[in-house]
């Protein structure tokens, strides 16, 4: 399966600053996705990257505010614009490695807090 | 109303015991049915993967799914205090990328 690489694995921020959160895959993928796990909650979609196109974002979440590229078939960034307190949360990256496995697998996520 | 519900718990059960950790979905489009373990501090990991209605077992694990109920559940037998983590259920229908979580339920086994 596919092995992913996010970084950084933590910050703390000052509320009105951006974060660029990396993420690099050991192999090339066509999609990548972005989720956000707030405290003691499940897993939402933030938005869906594909090489050569714009990223599709769930509803809720705006470009503007969520930011992503996607240069390369390995590697994808999510930036965090203009934080508040409320975007305090981890933030995963996520591949479909595809093959008979399915199932798709995670970094190991980046803890944010803002402050 | 939520697309898929898991209870949170916590739930606690001393090493040995058997866990029943389950979910309920409304989608009856959905077709693929995932478990996936979170150990604090980490992404998840996938632990089984599912197609369709039926059973799965994999070592001390069994993923089992009832399409007509819109009911999956995840047994763990002999449990170990390493089996102590966040365990999520997810799924998706035919043709569609996005996967939809429960909330994860934070599972602790007691030595």
């Known amino acids: 399966s596919a092995v992913i690489s996010q970084k950084p694995s933590r910050d703390i921020c000052q509320r009105g600053t951006s974060l660029t959160i990396q993420c690099q895959v050991d192999?090339?993928?066509?999609?990548m996705f972005w989720y956000r796990q707030q405290p003691g909650q499940s897993l939402t979609l933030i938005a869906t990257?594909?090489?050569?196109?714009?990223?599709?974002?769930e509803s809720g979440f705006v470009i503007d505010k969520f930011p992503i590229s996607r240069p390369n078939l390995t590697f994808s960034t999510l930036t965090v614009s203009n934080m508040s307190p409320e975007d305090s949360s981890i933030y995963l990256c996520?591949?479909?490695?595809?093959?008979?496995?399915?199932?798709?697998?995670f970094g190991s996520g980046t803890r944010l807090t803002v402050v | 109303q939520k697309e898929v519900e898991q209870d949170p718990g916590p739930l606690s059960v001393p090493e040995g015991a058997i866990v029943s950790l389950n979910c309920t979905y409304s989608?009856?489009?959905?077709?693929?049915f995932m478990w996936y373990r979170q150990y604090s501090r980490k992404g998840p990991e996938l632990l089984m993967y599912?197609?369709?209605?039926g059973n799965k077992e994999d070592g001390r694990f069994t993923a089992q799914v009832d399409k007509s109920s819109k009911y999956i559940s995840l047994f763990i037998r002999d449990s170990q205090p390493s089996d102590s983590a966040t365990y999520l259920c997810?799924?998706?229908?035919?043709?569609?990328?996005?996967?939809?979580f429960g909330q994860g339920t934070r599972l602790t086994i007691n030595p």
């Open positions: 990257a594909n090489q050569g196109s714009e990223a599709t974002y």
């Open positions: 997810a799924m998706n229908g035919p043709g569609a990328q996005k996967l939809v």
């Open positions: 996520s591949v479909d490695p595809g093959g008979a496995s399915y199932g798709y697998t």
């Open positions: 599912t197609y369709s209605s």
């Open positions: 192999s090339q993928v066509t999609m």
């Open positions: 989608n009856s489009a959905f077709q693929y």
